[in-house]
T-cell receptor, first 113, second 114 residues
């Protein structure tokens, strides 16, 4: 069955540095991968979608890479700020049904001033 | 803020009872998905509705059921509540597009079963 793995431990980064989060998946090749941000007690907020034929995508201070050979996506936040502190989730469409989106368990990111 | 709203915000129910959660999707979106999120976990897909028909279901028992209305709002019904049903229930709306739609989530309903 499909499996998504994200850094289970929280990531603590000094303000101004680049934060890098990892999403690994197994057992199939998705057509795309999504990244979401979730603040405590709130619903996830869509950030970026990268397709299998795209190596890299950028949006302001965010950059996502998608390596279909390694079955891995990296999510970077450059010039990190305390306001970037949140849990970041990666998500893939299901193997048997594209409507079934599979989420990882998320990585909690803390940016200290 | 997305245009997706959910009600109620919080709910406390007793084991064995039934509950109905409601979701209004973002204007123009014809697809609604429901998720269950336990503490410290990612959202788990329950089911999706597209133009009032169920369009995919996750590994949840039949006591989890849903509806989508002509205005694309949606309900999630859970019968015979169990303690493990305590979680944050999220709905997400999207405009069905080929190749992967973005989903817009509501704030969620926090359900506690005692």
């Amino acid at each position: 069955s499909q499996k998504i793995e994200q850094n289970s431990e929280a990531l603590n980064i000094q303000e101004g540095k680049t934060a890098t989060l990892t999403c690994n998946y197994t057992n199939y090749s998705p057509a795309y991968l999504q990244w979401y941000r979730q603040d405590p007690g709130r619903g996830p907020v869509f950030l970026l979608l990268i397709r299998e034929n795209e190596k890299e995508k950028r949006k302001e201070r965010l950059k996502v890479t998608f390596d279909t050979t390694l079955k891995q996506s990296l999510f970077h936040i450059t010039a990190s700020q305390p306001a970037d502190s949140a849990t970041y989730l990666c998500a893939l469409p299901g193997y048997s049904s594209a409507s079934k989106i599979i989420f990882g368990s998320g990585t909690r990111l803390s940016i200290r001033p | 803020e997305t245009g997706v709203t959910q009600s109620p915000t919080h709910l406390i129910k007793t084991r064995g009872q039934q509950v109905t959660l409601r979701c209004s999707s973002q204007s123009g979106h014809n697809t609604v998905s429901w998720y269950q999120q336990a503490l410290g976990q990612g959202p788990q897909f329950i089911f999706q509705y597209y133009r009032e028909e169920e369009n995919g279901r996750g590994n949840f028992p039949p006591r989890f059921s849903g509806l989508q209305f002509p205005n694309y709002s949606s309900e999630l019904n859970v019968n015979a509540l169990e303690l493990d049903d305590s979680a944050l229930y999220l709905c997400a709306s999207s405009l069905e597009l080929a190749g992967g739609p973005e989903q817009y989530f509501g704030p969620g309903t926090r359900l506690t079963v005692t």
